[in-house]
């Protein structure tokens, strides 16, 4: 499986983005598939995630209620809907997907990741 992801931009607090990650080769192996993020001099966290087939969403508290993470109906892109962006939202922002069996939010169990996207919110 590949992942692309794109979307990273520049914006000011308040302001949206919407990431994109396109997915292509053995997509019917995925089981979730997340977003991750990893600012300057730390680790990287899980932001949210779908499964795959059926849609169940799940979000780090940090983004509740102005994250959204969806996926195209034909399972080939994820997408995140990022609202009301804070600067502490600042990071590198990875997808990646998993093949099932492992923890949804745990940066180790997923088997695929896309190449990362910057995103930096200005205060």
């Known amino acids: 499986v590949q992942l692309q992801a794109s979307g990273g931009g520049l914006v000011q607090a308040g302001g949206s983005l919407r990431l994109s990650c396109a997915a292509s080769?053995?997509?019917?192996?995925?089981?979730?598939m997340g977003w991750f993020r990893q600012a300057p001099g730390k680790e990287r966290e899980f932001v949210a995630a779908?499964?795959?087939?059926?849609?169940?969403?799940y979000y780090a508290d940090s983004v509740k209620g102005r994250f959204t993470i969806s996926r195209d109906n034909a399972r080939t892109t994820v997408y995140l809907q990022m609202n009301s962006l804070k600067p502490e939202d600042t990071a590198v922002y990875y997808c990646?997907?998993?093949?099932?069996?492992?923890?949804?939010?745990?940066?180790?169990?997923?088997?695929?990741w896309g190449q990362g996207t910057q995103v930096t919110v200005s205060s």
């Open positions: 080769g053995r997509t019917f192996s995925i089981y979730h």
């Open positions: 990646a997907g998993d093949r099932g069996g492992g923890r949804y939010y745990w940066t180790a169990d997923y088997d695929y």
């Open positions: 779908i499964r795959w087939s059926g849609g169940s969403t």
